[in-house]
């Protein structure tokens, strides 16, 4: 499953991170999920329960925060509404979906560091 190996990857981003930093102990992880990534939030923490244990992750709580979808002019910057057509009103030029709409993010890892 699609998430399954989000989750992999999640993982040993944290724990690299953590050993980068020298840290004792992680206390918690946070995750941004874009609108349209296509990614399920309930399956995601499943999935993480599921595959922390024995990693650097264990125990660790995951906190997701699902962002909206928002387009904007690439031209411009023009931000397009909610619901309006994809392109820009005041140049035409065709909407470009802002970072992080279609994306899975690392927002923040909670590290004790000596
Ligand atoms: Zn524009």
Known sequence: M???????????RVEDE???RGA????????RIGELA??????LQTAYDT????TGCAGVPLTLRQVAASWSCPACRRAIPRGEPLHCAACR???KLDQGGDA???????????
């Open 2 to 12: 699609h998430e399954y190996s989000l989750v992999q990857a999640l993982i040993s």
């Open 18 to 20: 953590a050993r980068r």
């Open 24 to 31: 004792l102990k992680i206390h918690g992880v946070s995750v």
């Open 38 to 43: 296509g990614v399920d939030a309930g399956l």
């Open 51 to 54: 595959f922390r244990e024995g």
């Open 93 to 95: 030029t065709p909407a």
């Open 104 to 114: 899975l993010m690392l927002d923040g890892i909670d590290l004790e560091v000596p």
